[in-house]
């Protein structure tokens, strides 16, 4: 027998945060969130992306034991960029029972359609920077912090269940300490004397803090123009809110900001050392040792993650995107760094992924956001 029941209780977001620890219990693969970082997501008291969305967290039970969660979203301002509407789910996790996962999908539909939805779709967070996709390829690796991991099941469930294809995102894995090509330097360099370019990399992190903001509203302008599958534009308490969250795992020698000769940044690249392992030793916790471990990952790493990047509309197509993937290039030779991760790029990002046809790679993970209409 299978039950759905609404999250309403502290206890109860617990058990909903809770649940994939034990889902993934001795998974070698899955990456564990820290625990308080997702109780402030799912807040709507320290999530400021509740400004625009509404949201609602189901437990599914099977013959009374905890079998499965998900979130209902409702993002308002992509709904009205997009004139379409949409819920999204997310934190989508269950035990291989398509009872199960169908109860939880059902109570996400039936939600959006009280609510004048007609349609779903996910996995999708509240903004890009939660977690979002099902992995369809790459179950054998593992995932960066900022991606998402699942079982091989979660694909064929939501097939069939009836949801179908939106969109697919590529991570890929190169070879960080492989030369830079000659005719991408080349090329590089007439980009930079053409355009009166200027590559930065900040030695230290107090450095990079000037650019906090500008770089997120370069990704807001960068993102809001289309290509990116439901982006909308960040609201200042959102850019505070991120820059909190993220900044501090940032090395500032693994990042890189363009600027132009009235010192306005055109375009940028951030990254991180990888903390997937550090974070599968904390377990969830940064006390009483976990963060023991981030800080050990952060000190000492050989292989690191593409964070963030994007260019200002008006300097797009100009290559701009080539001088900073090739400047932190540099710099992961230079800090002996020996593999690198994308970040995750929609696959009809032709400008984004060809970049890495360049270099030597492999596909790493597809994730899949699937979609249901006219529900």
Known sequence: MISIKEVKTTKELMQFIKFPFELYKGHSQWVPPLIADEKKTLSPKT????????????????NGKLAGRVAA????????????????????????????SGALLKAVEDWGKNKDMDGAHGPLGFTDFDLHGVVVEGFENIPPIISAYNYPYYPEHLEKHGYKKAVDWLQYR???????????????KLIAEKY?????IPEK???LLPYAHKL??????????????????????????????????VQPKLACVIIDENDNLVGFGLSLPTLSKAFQKAKGKLFPFGFIHILRALRNY???????????????????????????????????????ISSSQLETNTNAVGIWDNYEKELLFRTRCFIKENI
């Open 216 to 249: 997120f509203h370069t990704i807001n302008d960068a993102f809001d123009g289309g290509g990116i599958y439901g982006f909308v534009k960040m609201s200042p308490a959102q850019i505070d809110y991120y820059i909190k969250s993220y900044l501090p795992f």
């Open 302 to 340: 050989s292989e690191i993650d593409l964070y963030f990047n994007g260019v200002h509309p008006d300097w797009q197509n100009k290559g701009v995107h080539s001088l900073y993937y090739v400047a932190m290039n540099k710099s992961y030779i230079k800090n002996n760094v020996k593999i690198a």
């Open 196 to 200: 009166k370019l200027r590559v930065y």
């Open 73 to 100: 979203i409702i993002n308002h301002r992509a709904n009205e960029k997009y004139n379409n509407k949409l819920t999204r789910f997310g934190w989508l996790d269950f035990i291989d029972d398509e009872e199960v």
């Open 205 to 207: 992190r107090k450095e």
């Open 47 to 62: 999530n400021p992306s509740f400004e625009a969305c509404e949201a609602a967290y189901f437990l599914a039970y099977k």
């Open 174 to 188: 190169f070879n960080a300490s492989q030369q830079v090509p000659e005719k991408v330097e080349r090329i590089n």
